[in-house]
């Protein structure tokens, strides 16, 4: 007899989009600003020119973030590309798969996805590909601990020792809270990921920390 189908995070979200879902609710409000406002100064203080955003979502975040003409959205959901490229029609936006036609850039950026890779090669897969894809940065915004959860589209990983693990040319440069930690009281507005900064053992990286807002 057969078991279970066994749950899969592309399924799940390109059915989330194509029934009129959206990223959730780190894509907007305060910790989207949080987000973006770490990311668009990090950008400029180090002169990136160039970026591939890994799992972009249905663009709420992009529309926040200033990044550079060079940039690849990337997602696992045709729907959530058809509507970045609908909102951002100059921008190029490819499936995980299309990402072999891409060249490296400077920063890779991981927003709110690898609590959400729930499947372990999946998991493996899209952390090669964060590290195989940067020449200078990884930027991480995700949570840091083996810790269960209850929503099936959840999975949270202690991914730095995955990281110290596999990827012995790159160290964590810097780890910045997010200053709205998660409250169960107050799940939307708070949030379980910080941000995780990597980059090569003799990079110079400046990081300028947002204020609150
Ligand atoms: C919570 S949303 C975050 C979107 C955006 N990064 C943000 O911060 O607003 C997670 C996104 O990761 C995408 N995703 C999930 N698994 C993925 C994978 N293996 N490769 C690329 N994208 C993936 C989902 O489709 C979804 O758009």
Not at 75 to 99: H, I, K, N, W, Y
Not at 134 to 146: H, K, P
Not at 186 to 209: L, Q
Request: glycine share 6%.
């Amino acid at each position: 007899m057969a078991g279970p189908i066994p749950f899969s995070s592309g399924d799940y979200w390109e059915a989330r989009y194509r029934e009129g879902g959206t990223s959730g609710m780190g894509s907007v409000g305060r910790l989207a600003r949080f987000k973006a406002e770490t990311i668009n100064r990090f950008v400029v203080a180090n002169n990136i020119q160039s970026v591939i955003d890994a799992g972009c979502g249905d663009a709420s975040l992009l529309a926040l973030l200033e990044l550079p003409a060079d940039y690849v959205g990337v997602d696992v959901s045709p729907s959530a590309l058809a509507r970045c490229a609908a909102r951002f029609p100059g921008r190029r936006f490819v499936t995980p798969g299309e990402l072999r036609t891409v060249s490296p850039a400077d920063m890779t950026l991981s927003l709110d996805v690898i609590y959400h890779l729930i499947e372990d090669h999946v998991f493996a897969a899209a952390m090669r590909t964060l590290f195989a894809w940067a020449t200078r940065f990884v930027v991480i915004y995700a949570s840091n601990l083996n810790v269960a959860w209850s929503s099936a589209h959840v999975r949270h990983r202690r991914f730095t020792d995955q990281v110290a693990a596999t990827e012995p040319d790159w160290r964590l440069l810097a780890h910045l809270p997010n200053p709205y930690p998660f409250d169960p009281a107050s799940p939307h507005e708070t949030s379980f990921a910080d941000f995780f900064i990597y980059g090569r053992p003799d990079a110079a990286c400046s990081i300028v920390v947002p204020g609150l807002s």
